[in-house]
T-cell receptor
Framework: GQQVMQIPQYQHVQEGEDFTTYCNSS?????IQWYKQRPGGHPVFLIQ?????EVKKQKRLTFQFGEAKKNSSLHITATQTTDVGTYFC?????????FGDGTTLTVKP | GAVVSQHPSRVICKSGTSVKIECRSL??????MFWYRQFPKQSLMLMAT?????????EQGVEKDKFLINHASLTLSTLTVTSAHPEDSSFYIC?????????FGPGTRLTVT
C-alpha cells in the first residue's frame, strides 16, 4: 500500500532557529495533511494541501506541496519552545489517512 | 473546531477480558469514523474505517473478530477489544471528518495485564 516517509525522525534546535520536516512518497499523494501531536496528546490538524505546487502559510509555519505531488514540507521559522511536539504528515483520501512516521521536534530555550 | 470525545481515557484490564472504547462526535454528525492505534514514539496506524449503519472496513492484518467495531449512530462509534492480551496494550485513537478536516479524539490508553 501507499507508504509515506518522513525525515528527519528527530530534530533538536536552539530556540530561534528554523526547522523543516520533509514528507516523501514514491507514488502520487492524494492530499497532504499535516498534524501536530504534543507529548501525551492527540494529533491536531494543522492544514491540508491539495494542489500541485501549493504553498500555504500560518504565521511562522510554511507548508509546501511538491509539483509532482510526491513530497511535502513543513518549515517553521524562528522556533519557539511552544513548537515542541511531533509533526506528522498524512496522505489523505476520502478521510482515510496514511501517516508518516513523524518528526519529533525539541527546542532548547 | 469540531470536538471528538473518547471514553475511557485510560483503562487497565486483565488478560482475556474485553474492553469497549467509545468515540463520539459532539457537535457534528459523522457518517464515517476511523480507528487508529499508536505505539509509543511511533506513528498512527489505521486499523479500520467505521461506517454508520454498515460493517466496518478493516485494514490488512487487523483481525475483525478481535477488534469489533459498531457505528450505531451518526455520533457514536465503539471499538471492542475482545479477549485482550498484553500485546494489545496501546494508545487507541479515533477520528471523524467534517468537510476535509479530520478531528481526533483524545485517545484511550489500554494496558492489559
Amino acid at each position: 500500500g501507499q507508504q509515506v516517509m518522513q525525515i528527519p525522525q528527530y530534530q533538536h534546535v536552539q530556540e530561534g532557529e528554523d526547522f523543516t520536516t520533509y514528507c516523501n512518497s514514491s507514488t502520487t499523494l492524494s492530499n497532504i495533511q499535516w498534524y501536530k501531536q504534543r507529548p501525551g496528546g492527540h494529533p491536531v490538524f494543522l492544514i491540508q494541501l491539495v494542489k500541485s505546487g501549493e504553498v500555504k502559510k500560518q504565521k511562522r509555519l510554511t507548508f509546501q506541496f511538491g509539483e509532482a505531488k510526491k513530497n511535502s514540507s513543513l518549515h517553521i521559522t524562528a522556533t519557539q519552545t511552544t513548537d515542541v511536539g511531533t509533526y506528522f504528515c498524512a496522505d489523505t483520501n476520502a478521510g482515510k489517512s496514511t501517516f508518516g512516521d513523524g518528526t519529533t521536534l525539541t527546542v532548547k530555550p | 473546531g469540531a470536538v471528538v470525545s473518547q471514553h475511557p481515557s485510560r483503562v487497565i484490564c486483565k488478560s482475556g477480558t474485553s474492553v469497549k472504547i467509545e468515540c463520539r462526535s459532539l457537535d457534528f454528525q459523522a457518517t464515517t469514523m476511523f480507528w487508529y492505534r499508536q505505539f509509543p514514539k511511533q506513528s498512527l496506524m489505521l486499523m479500520a474505517t467505521s461506517n454508520e449503519g454498515s460493517k466496518a472496513t478493516y485494514e490488512q492484518g487487523v483481525e475483525k473478530d478481535k477488534f469489533l467495531i459498531n457505528h450505531a449512530s451518526l455520533t457514536l462509534s465503539t471499538l471492542t477489544v475482545t479477549s485482550a492480551h498484553p500485546e494489545d496494550s496501546s494508545f487507541y485513537i479515533c477520528s471523524a471528518s467534517e468537510l476535509y478536516e479530520q478531528y481526533f479524539g483524545p485517545g484511550t490508553r489500554l494496558t492489559v495485564t
